[in-house]
């Protein structure tokens, strides 16, 4: 749980809060087919972490954006949902949520990105296969929108690896407190140039031997991510326990997907999942690497998909706690 000197709360408040706020999230939870008993986790980290985030809001009294970084199935979603909840309900905030995998390019324009600059790009993912201008407008938006004003949230439809039509955009509604903008490059930095020869499997090795595709993806973090990723006020990172896990939890992710969409979702298969995620790989290894001296709050996450450290490094921002 976040340490007690990190928040105001008493214990009674705690409990008051989770009075408030439990159906609401233990129903989320049931229908994202959680595995793991959060009830607990409602009390010793999703209020305290409520707390911090609802009182950077009254100090600052702008609308704040909230980044949240995670390796692929580390629970970004999860958190993002839950923790709207507790903040509406137990905070009287009013929050909108905002994932980078809902800017991808649309499937025609990685096709076309493919062809001009190189075929690994096709694949969804990486920094360049967003519309990072249009993730700044909707940031600059949602900072900016008043009372009675609303604003389209474009979504991403994975099952047919496209972007949603409009009708089915999301609405946001202002005034806003708080953006939790999840995604899992959220926050990232470009690597050294040297630190690029090395392939990190056998994707990179085969089928980008001379790097033209990995260097274009760092052109880009070091370009045009930056300033979307320099409107984050806040970052949160959910670190993972190591690579390997990766391939367990989106697994996972992916057989939840097809429950949740049947007929909607077509799971890929053991060889298509670990080439997608091969496509992941060397940023997820050296965000783990640098992240986690930097982001403002780290949660460390276990095995089991749980939080069982936390590793704060903006003790700043809790300095009149």
Not at 119 to 129: A, E, M
Not at 186 to 203: E, H, T, Y
């Amino acid at each position: 749980m976040l340490p007690a000197n990190m928040h105001t709360l008493t214990a009674d408040e705690r409990l008051k809060i989770a009075d408030r706020t439990r159906v609401s999230f233990l129903a989320a939870t049931k229908q994202m087919m959680l595995d793991n008993d959060l009830e607990q986790a409602l009390i010793d980290v999703y209020i305290p972490l409520a707390a911090c985030l609802a009182k950077q809001a009254d100090d600052y009294r702008t609308t704040r954006i909230i980044g949240i970084n995670g390796a692929q199935g580390s629970g970004k979603s999860t958190l993002c949902k839950l923790l709207q909840i507790v903040l509406e309900e137990g905070f009287a905030k009013r929050v909108t949520t905002f994932s980078i995998d809902d800017i991808y390019l649309t499937h025609a324009e990685r096709e076309t990105l493919a062809e001009k600059i190189h075929p690994l790009l096709k694949t969804r993912g990486v920094p360049g296969t967003h519309d990072v201008g249009l993730g700044l407008q909707l940031l600059t938006d949602l900072r900016g929108i008043e009372a009675g004003e609303s604003i389209n949230i474009p979504v991403f439809d994975k099952s047919i690896d496209d972007r949603s039509p409009e009708k089915d955009f999301r609405q946001g509604t202002g005034p806003i407190d708080l953006v939790l903008f999840e995604g899992w490059c959220v926050g990232a930095k470009p690597q050294r140039n040297q630190d690029l020869a090395l392939p990190v499997n056998s994707l990179e090795r085969l089928e980008d031997p001379d790097q033209i595709w990995r260097r274009y993806v760092n052109e880009q973090l070091e370009n045009d991510y930056k300033w979307l990723f320099r409107e984050i006020d806040f970052l949160i990172m959910l670190k993972i326990p190591e690579i390997s896990s990766v391939m367990e939890w989106r697994s996972k992710q992916e057989r939840k997907l097809a429950k949740a969409s049947p007929g909607g979702h077509k799971i890929m298969d053991t060889a298509a999942l670990q080439r997608f995620i091969m496509h992941y790989e060397r940023l997820t290894r050296a965000m783990l690497t640098e992240m986690p001296d930097r982001a403002d709050l780290v949660f460390k996450l276990n095995r089991k998909q749980q939080i069982d450290g936390v590793q704060i490094n903006n003790r700043a921002i809790f300095a009149s706690y």
